[in-house]
Nanobody, 117 residues
Framework: QVQLVESGGGLEQPGGSLRLSCEAS????????MGWYRQVPGNQREMVAI???????NYAESVKGRFAISRDNAKNTVYLQMNSLKPEDTAVYYC???????????WGQGTQVTVSS
């Protein structure tokens, strides 16, 4: 059974930092592309950051220079370091695992991030 368990969300002030973690089980972590997505009620889920099996990173324009994605294959964990947070970063953040060239895609349950003073 595949599980992606996110942690690290919460309430933070504008300009602050949070680090999200997502621990995966039930998959061969190192061969999956990992990513973070976010969703605001009424809007579509959007890509925030993805990291390939080889460590290549892609970011949404809105978070470039502020967020950093990383992975630790030994711990089956992907991280999202979020700095200089803005109120518009408020959303539910979801962890995603994708097996390249396949139909296998998995989601975590989501963690709420709220940026407010």
């Amino acid at each position: 059974q595949v599980q992606l368990v996110e942690s690290g969300g919460g309430l933070e002030q504008p300009g602050g930092s949070l680090r999200l973690s997502c621990e995966a089980s039930g998959i061969i972590f190192r061969i999956h592309r990992m990513g973070w997505y976010r969703q605001v009620p009424g809007n579509q889920r959007e890509m925030v950051a993805i990291i390939s099996t080889g460590g290549n990173r892609n970011y949404a324009e809105s978070v470039k220079g502020r967020f950093a994605i990383s992975r630790d294959n030994a711990k089956n964990t992907v991280y999202l370091q979020m700095n200089s947070l803005k109120p518009e970063d408020t959303a539910v953040y979801y962890c995603n695992a994708y097996l390249p060239n396949s139909d296998y895609r998995y989601w975590g349950q989501g963690t709420q991030v709220t940026v407010s003073s």
